[in-house]
């Protein structure tokens, strides 16, 4: 093996091994691996689209700095360029529907992104099996 693959070989299994810790300290701390997926189907109005996306950006670190929040991301239909699917990853439900939506920061959320959906989105919660 020469150099090159020897320090990709390390360097692969250092970040398998930091990816391993930080699992086991993250169940270590929380007792249960526990997730629970948001999953929301939106409907944005028609010509708004790229308003829409620029406000999601804006809106972005709020969500993201509530307690319980492990990541989000939003997808554009390939067939329908006006819906969205929201993907967002909790600790608990309960961080989702008490620690979010009962935050300062939710108030801002609602004031950039609520007045594009049309009708407005059902939110529904997942977890796995």
Known sequence: MDRTCSIHSNFRESRT???LI???FYVKRKGQFIVVLEVAILRVRLGLVEQFEE???LA???IASIEGYQSHELRRCIEDDHKYILLVKWDSMESHTIGFRESEGYQEWKRLLHHFYDPFP???HFTLI
Do not use: K, L
Request: proline share 7%.
């Open 122 to 124: 059902v939110v529904e």
């Open 22 to 24: 930080m699992v086991y």
């Open 17 to 19: 091994s930091v990816a």
């Open 55 to 57: 406000n999601f950006r």
């Open 60 to 62: 972005s670190p709020i």
